[in-house]
């Protein structure tokens, strides 16, 4: 399972969430003292960012009263593979490799899915209710116990939704492909690329998904701030810095449950564009790095 922060008011599911069936239970991994990150992070999630995402799947239901599709979810996933899939070689394999899907909700008797009316579907999205969130891990992760993507079942926002569904499918590649990053240590260097490989895909269709503005955004984030190198971007970032970054992205008055993952975007994709003109893997390295410090005590 991906590391958190655990934070005042917020527990931010930082860098992204893989769940398998012997961590999903551990407790929280890093913690963060009261510094200036804390500090910044708690100004940054008052007033809009304070306020709860509307749910479309309140509650928990038995197996006939489920009603698929409510929100158009399906045509939601579906728009995010056909509109991203050509942003990267990465998401062109993503598009490619889950054409097919099957949609469900989880319900009491377990989960409900429409697998057997979609032969051949290749990844399950599994939306949960709002009675459960506090038992998931993250708002958006990849369970490797379910084999699916798990989802909460709010309002999300089409770009950041698409952004993140295809950070966790890339894990569901991994993990499907038998690659060595999908089974290795928490703590190594191939277990944390495939975490700067996730986010960078979510970072890639961010940008596309707002015409460039948002590594526009970090561009001048960057030039504007004090960022002396990676390290420094925790203990120098602002909340108005991460304001700038939610404006570009038109996400400025999102609810708490999508601000987790959105804030912990932001840091790494700042550190993603302060060392883009490092040869690949240099730079490839120092954000393997970068990884380390960010998630770390």
Same mark, same amino acid.
């Given at each position: 399972? =991906? ?15 893989? &769940? ?6 551990? &407790? ?25 995402? +509307? ?13 698929? @599709?409510?929100?158009?979810? +399906?045509? +939601? ?5 056909? =509109? ?15 054409? #097919? ?22 990844? =399950? ?29 709010? @309002? ?31 703590? &190594? @260097? ?20 707002? @015409?460039?503005?948002?590594? =526009? ?23 108005? #810095? ?56």
């Amino acid at each position: 399972m =991906r590391k958190y922060l655990l934070i005042p008011l917020l527990a931010l599911s930082l860098l992204g969430c893989r &769940s398998t069936p012997q961590d999903h239970n551990q &407790s929280l991994a890093g913690t963060v003292a009261p510094d200036h990150f804390t500090t910044e992070l708690d100004r940054y999630v008052a007033g809009d960012h304070s306020k709860p995402t +509307r749910w479309w799947l309140e509650r928990t239901v038995r197996f006939n009263q489920i009603g698929f @599709d409510k929100p158009g979810v +399906r045509q +939601r996933i579906r728009n995010a593979l056909e =509109r991203y899939g050509d942003v990267s070689p990465e998401t062109r394999q993503l598009a490619k490799r889950f054409k #097919q899907f099957s949609v469900g909700v989880l319900v009491i008797d377990g989960n409900v899915d429409d697998a057997k009316r979609l032969p051949g579907g290749q990844i =399950r999205v599994l939306f949960y209710p709002a009675d459960q969130y506090g038992s998931h891990p993250s708002s958006l992760y990849y369970s490797q116990g379910e084999q699916a993507v798990m989802v909460a079942g709010l @309002d999300w926002p089409q770009s950041f939704f698409s952004a993140a569904l295809l950070h966790e499918l890339w894990h569901a590649l991994c993990n499907k492909e038998g690659r060595p990053s999908a089974t290795a240590s928490n703590d &190594s @260097d191939l277990w944390i690329g495939e975490e700067v490989d996730s986010h960078t895909i979510e970072a890639d269709v961010l940008n596309a998904a707002t @015409d460039g503005r948002y590594y =526009r955004a970090i561009g001048i984030v960057i030039n504007q701030g004090n960022f002396s190198s990676l390290n420094s971007i925790k203990t120098e970032v602002t909340a108005e #810095q991460l304001w700038q970054l939610d404006e570009a992205l038109g996400l400025r008055t999102v609810g708490r449950e999508i601000t987790s993952p959105l804030v912990a975007q932001h840091l790494f994709a700042l550190g993603l564009i302060l060392v883009k003109e490092l040869p690949a893997k240099e730079r490839r390295e120092a954000l393997i790095g970068y990884y380390r410090v960010i998630t770390r005590d």
